[in-house]
């Protein structure tokens, strides 16, 4: 298989490096193209992947075609290739944040069997710790969704989601590292507040949070569980938690949680 990336900003060269890296793809399989000249070119040196001069030339020369450009200028590439793409009935792949597979049909005008995959991957793909959804169209084959299911596994981990789940899945996968981070840094300024130095307090959080993320991946337990295993009777971690809890620790959350969601339905039918 060839793979074309269309746009190689920060996202298609975290996915590159990660599916060349984890040996999905060989890089002589991939072919680029960027409106960024000088970039793209440097990019491909670096990595030993093809440049291309175009969109159209792109599209010529692979069988699955990455849209990994902002989501405004979708509708543009798609309105300038729409010929060839059903020409070549390459697959698809979107990555596009916010833009249902409808939209992209609707971009495409036409009734002909475009297989089409959309992607929610989330920043962690750039250090091979990422959250991706996958959802094919009624055009896309069980192969065709695997394989792109396969492709995001080599970056971390993907899921195969209905895409009414889309939003759900932006806003506990694509939004949350966000709120994550915001957790670490309150855990650090708390240490700070309480005499240590700000790096070293936020390596610390950084750290029992990652541990415990991967603790909660790796023994298969309920979060419960593992917070009931840490709060001893009369102790320090039952006081914390009733004290975070009083302060409406899980309600604040998911109303967070609700937020992102409704914006990204807002932005999905915009
Ligand atoms: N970054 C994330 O964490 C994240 C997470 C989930 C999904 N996504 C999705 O990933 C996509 C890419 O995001 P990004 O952050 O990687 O964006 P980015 O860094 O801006 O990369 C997009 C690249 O495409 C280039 N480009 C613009 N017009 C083009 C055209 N007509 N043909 C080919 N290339 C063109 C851009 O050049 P210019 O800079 O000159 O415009 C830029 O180099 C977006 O749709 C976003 O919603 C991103």
Same mark, same amino acid.
Request: hydrophobic fraction near 50%; charged fraction near 15%; glycine fraction near 8%.
């Given at each position: 298989m060839k793979i074309g990336f269309v746009g190689t900003g920060n996202m298609a060269s975290a996915i590159i490096k990660g599916i060349i890296e984890k040996e999905f793809i060989k890089a002589k399989n991939i072919y680029l193209f960027d409106v960024m000249t000088d970039k793209v070119t440097e990019f491909s040196k670096e990595i030993g992947a093809n440049v291309c001069r175009s969109n159209d030339e792109l599209i010529r020369s692979v069988d699955v075609v990455v849209l990994s450009v902002k989501p405004n200028i979708i509708e543009k590439i798609l309105n300038e290739t729409r010929e060839l793409i059903i020409e070549k009935s390459p697959l698809l792949i979107s990555i596009a944040a916010g833009t249902p597979i409808e939209k992209l049909s609707t971009?495409?005008?036409?009734?002909?069997?475009?297989?089409? /995959?959309?992607?929610?991957?989330?920043?962690?793909?750039?250090?091979?710790?990422? $959250?991706? *959804? %996958?959802? #094919?169209?009624?055009?896309?084959?069980?192969?065709?969704?695997?394989?792109?299911?396969?492709?995001?596994?080599?970056?971390?981990?993907?899921?195969?989601?209905?895409?009414?789940?889309?939003?759900?899945?932006?806003?506990?996968?694509?939004?949350?590292?966000?709120?994550?981070?915001?957790?670490?840094?309150?855990?650090?300024?708390?240490? /700070?507040?309480?005499?240590?130095?700000?790096?070293?307090?936020?390596?610390?959080? $950084?750290? *029992? %949070?990652? #541990?415990?993320?991967?603790?909660?991946?790796?023994s298969a337990e309920n979060p419960w569980t593992l917070i009931d295993r840490v709060s001893s009777p009369g102790g320090t971690t039952v006081a914390g938690l009733i004290a975070l809890e009083d302060e409406g620790f899980i309600s604040t959350v998911v109303k967070g949680i609700d937020a992102t969601i409704i914006k990204d339905i807002e932005l999905n039918s915009k």
């Open positions: 971009f495409l005008r036409s009734k002909e069997e475009v297989s089409i /995959v959309r992607v929610m991957p989330n920043v962690n793909a750039m250090i091979g710790k990422g $959250a991706a *959804a %996958v959802c #094919g169209n009624e055009f896309a084959s069980k192969e065709q969704v695997s394989y792109v299911q396969n492709m995001f596994q080599s970056l971390g981990m993907a899921w195969i989601l209905p895409e009414k789940d889309f939003s759900n899945f932006t806003a506990l996968a694509g939004s949350s590292p966000a709120y994550a981070y915001l957790f670490i840094d309150s855990i650090a300024r708390a240490g /700070v507040k309480n005499g240590l130095p700000k790096d070293l307090a936020t390596q610390i959080a $950084a750290q *029992a %949070v990652l #541990g415990s993320a991967a603790m909660i991946l790796e």
